[in-house]
């Protein structure tokens, strides 16, 4: 039951990061870490879950015996990803460098009761029932965050070993200073595994495709699954443990072996609320809760999850409430989330979805981009405006409205109108200049342009835009439609006198005001 991803021919790694102390190799224990008694499946049995910290407090024979289950597991190919079984010199400091522990049938109060065990001869193949290691699975600056390995002895399978070993792991990690606990490489064929760290609250953070070549799938590459837990959470974890202390208490009227009297009470409390009905030739041993069957098996919590999700397909609050109606087991919000990312109708819907979204989004993307293109090209290429300065035009005559424009009006100098020439021939320079440097060449009509070219004679010029933007049959301040120029029929003679009169009327208003 593997979780390791470390070389086990690298050197050992200390904790150097998170809460100080950091312990030296073969330091004391830390308060509350020491041999703890458990309670097997069959919750009568009774084990000692014993700690270590390092190889040498481990007498060699079980030493030997542990390497040599280890080997064994290496060589089925199924579950680590190392080819070659680890010497004994070589497994010692991989397994104990750091942090181990190793689970013995029966109740043995401290290590001095182990080595006499081992030189009495023990069988230790019928009294060890696992073992497992706490190390940091990153150096330095990360190494708070730890790792762990497991080891099922072959003749202890199917007793609950695993998950005991788990329990005992979440309970010391966090003693140990370590703050978060990451499972590299599970992989997915190994279900028993990954019952127990589902039941146990970690989180499947990863999946790494195709990463394991397993002598049972020849052929086929195997995904791993990566885990992560928060350690030293202060909310009570109700697991499955707890439901089958809650069913033993139940069915045989007695408290599990090594209860205490914290234990003993919540155990009184739930026989209040918990319900058991006996199994008959249909249906097995069920608990229930106000009315709701328990499911303790994440394998069938799974299972149920599924079923009912792929009646409907719905959503994570539908499918939560829907079975929620009928079934009570911890979290079953996060069964459900598992249930719906690995639903492929559902992953399809949402690539559908997504698909759409995106193509959606690149057409909007699209659009706007045509448009800042139409824009940017207007504004590019404007069409050049015709400017006329002083210099082309040709001398006003004595009647010349402008001429008469600035003897009647001397807040207008002649320096002024030359400044607004120089003016208007700097734009048509920087205009040139940047239509030069653009790209964009936009043909001109010859015929077009003639249109518009200065001819240097006033008469060809069109009508002030200030005379001719009044209304048909309007006037304002005392100005009649009969007095504007139209340039209908008109010479140039005549046109250049009403403009004067205009132009001197306009003057004599404004200098009114003032």
Same mark, same amino acid.
């Given at each position: 039951?593997?979780?390791?991803?470390?070389?086990? =021919?690298?050197?050992?790694?200390?904790?150097?990061?998170?809460?100080?102390?950091?312990?030296? %190799?073969?330091?004391?224990?830390?308060?509350?870490?020491?041999?703890?008694?458990?309670?097997?499946?069959?919750?009568? *049995?009774?084990? *000692?879950?014993?700690?270590?910290?390092?190889?040498?407090?481990?007498?060699?024979?079980?030493?030997?015996?542990?390497?040599?289950?280890?080997?064994?597991?290496?060589?089925?190919?199924? *579950?680590?990803?190392?080819?070659?079984?680890? %010497?004994? &010199?070589?497994?010692?400091?991989?397994?104990?460098?750091?942090?181990?522990?190793?689970?013995?049938?029966?109740?043995? /109060?401290?290590?001095?009761?182990?080595?006499?065990? $081992?030189?009495?001869?023990?069988? +230790?193949?019928?009294?060890?029932?696992?073992?497992? #290691?706490?190390?940091?699975?990153?150096?330095?600056?990360? =190494?708070?965050?730890?790792?762990?390995?497991?080891?099922?002895?072959?003749?202890?399978?199917?007793?609950?070993?695993?998950?005991?070993?788990?329990?005992?792991?979440?309970?010391?990690?966090?003693?140990?200073?370590?703050?978060? =606990?990451?499972?590299?490489?599970?992989?997915?064929?190994?279900?028993?595994?990954?019952?127990? +760290?589902?039941?146990?609250?970690?989180?499947?953070?990863?999946?790494?495709?195709?990463?394991?070549?397993?002598?049972? #799938?020849?052929?086929?590459?195997?995904? $791993?699954?990566?885990?992560?837990?928060?350690?030293?959470?202060?909310?009570?974890?109700?697991?499955?443990?707890?439901?089958?202390?809650?069913?033993?208490?139940?069915?045989?009227?007695?408290?599990?072996?090594?209860?205490?009297?914290? &234990?003993?009470?919540?155990?009184?409390?739930?026989?209040?609320?918990?319900?058991?009905?006996?199994?008959?030739?249909?249906?097995?041993?069920?608990? +229930?809760?106000? @009315?709701?069957?328990?499911?303790?098996?994440?394998?069938?919590?799974?299972?149920?999850?599924?079923?009912?999700?792929?009646?409907?397909?719905?959503?994570?609050?539908?499918?939560?409430?829907?079975?929620?109606?009928?079934?009570?087991?911890?979290?079953?919000?996060?069964?459900?989330?598992?249930?719906?990312?690995?639903?492929?109708?559902?992953?399809?819907?949402?690539?559908?979805?997504?698909?759409?979204?995106?193509?959606?989004?690149?057409?909007?993307?699209?659009?706007?981009?045509?448009?800042?293109?139409?824009?940017?090209?207007?504004?590019?290429?404007? *069409?050049?405006?015709?400017?006329?300065?002083?210099?082309?035009?040709?001398?006003? @005559?004595?009647?010349?409205?402008?001429?008469?424009?600035?003897?009647?009006?001397?807040?207008?100098?002649?320096?002024?109108?030359?400044?607004?020439?120089?003016?208007?021939?700097?734009?048509?320079?920087?205009?040139?200049?940047?239509?030069? /440097?653009?790209?964009?060449?936009?043909?001109?009509?010859? $015929?077009?342009? /003639?249109?518009?070219?200065?001819?240097?004679?006033?008469?060809?010029?069109?009508?002030?835009?200030?005379?001719?933007?009044?209304?048909?049959? $309007?006037?304002?301040?005392?100005? =009649?439609?009969?007095?504007?120029?139209?340039?209908?029929?008109?010479?140039?003679?005549?046109?250049?006198?009403?403009?004067?009169?205009?132009?001197?009327?306009?003057?004599?208003?404004?200098?009114?005001?003032?």
């Amino acid at each position: 039951m593997p979780a390791m991803l470390d070389d086990p =021919s690298a050197p050992v790694v200390y904790r150097t990061s998170g809460d100080i102390p950091y312990p030296p %190799p073969g330091s004391p224990l830390p308060v509350g870490i020491a041999p703890c008694q458990v309670i097997l499946r069959d919750r009568v *049995t009774t084990a *000692t879950i014993i700690p270590f910290s390092a190889p040498n407090q481990v007498p060699l024979t079980l030493l030997a015996y542990l390497c040599d289950q280890l080997g064994r597991e290496i060589e089925k190919g199924d *579950t680590y990803p190392m080819v070659e079984p680890l %010497p004994l &010199e070589g497994f010692g400091p991989y397994w104990f460098g750091v942090f181990g522990a190793i689970m013995l049938l029966g109740e043995i /109060q401290d290590g001095r009761q182990l080595h006499e065990m $081992a030189r009495r001869g023990c069988d +230790w193949e019928r009294e060890c029932l696992g073992s497992f #290691y706490i190390k940091p699975n990153y150096p330095g600056r990360s =190494s708070h965050v730890c790792n762990g390995g497991f080891l099922v002895t072959d003749a202890s399978r199917n007793r609950g070993v695993g998950r005991l070993m788990g329990e005992t792991y979440l309970d010391w990690a966090p003693k140990l200073g370590y703050t978060y =606990s990451v499972f590299n490489l599970v992989y997915e064929t190994n279900v028993a595994s990954c019952r127990i +760290w589902d039941a146990l609250g970690f989180k499947r953070i990863g999946r790494v495709k195709g990463c394991g070549n397993l002598k049972s #799938y020849p052929g086929e590459l195997v995904d $791993a699954i990566i885990y992560g837990r928060d350690l030293g959470q202060d909310d009570e974890f109700v697991s499955e443990e707890r439901f089958d202390k809650i069913r033993f208490y139940l069915k045989n009227g007695k408290y599990p072996n090594g209860a205490d009297r914290a &234990e003993k009470s919540r155990l009184r409390s739930a026989a209040t609320h918990y319900k058991l009905t006996p199994a008959n030739d249909d249906e097995p041993e069920k608990l +229930w809760l106000k @009315g709701k069957e328990v499911i303790a098996d994440p394998k069938q919590q799974y299972e149920i999850a599924q079923e009912i999700h792929h009646k409907q397909h719905g959503g994570i609050n539908k499918t939560t409430a829907a079975i929620a109606e009928l079934y009570h087991w911890v979290r079953i919000k996060e069964t459900v989330s598992q249930v719906i990312r690995n639903c492929p109708e559902c992953s399809e819907m949402n690539k559908g979805l997504s698909a759409m979204r995106q193509g959606q989004n690149q057409a909007r993307a699209e659009a706007r981009s045509a448009s800042a293109f139409s824009t940017a090209q207007k504004t590019i290429t404007p *069409t050049p405006p015709t400017i006329f300065s002083l210099s082309q035009a040709p001398p006003p @005559g004595p009647d010349s409205p402008s001429t008469q424009a600035r003897l009647a009006s001397p807040q207008h100098p002649a320096h002024v109108y030359q400044q607004f020439a120089q003016q208007q021939q700097q734009q048509q320079q920087q205009q040139q200049q940047q239509q030069q /440097q653009n790209t964009f060449d936009m043909p001109v009509d010859p $015929a077009l342009m /003639q249109d518009v070219q200065p001819t240097g004679k006033l008469a060809d010029l069109p009508p002030s835009p200030f005379l001719t933007a009044q209304p048909k049959g $309007a006037s304002r301040g005392g100005i =009649s439609e009969n007095s504007r120029i139209t340039g209908d029929g008109m010479g140039l003679d005549d046109r250049a006198a009403m403009a004067g009169e205009e132009m001197r009327r306009r003057l004599n208003r404004a200098n009114g005001y003032k």
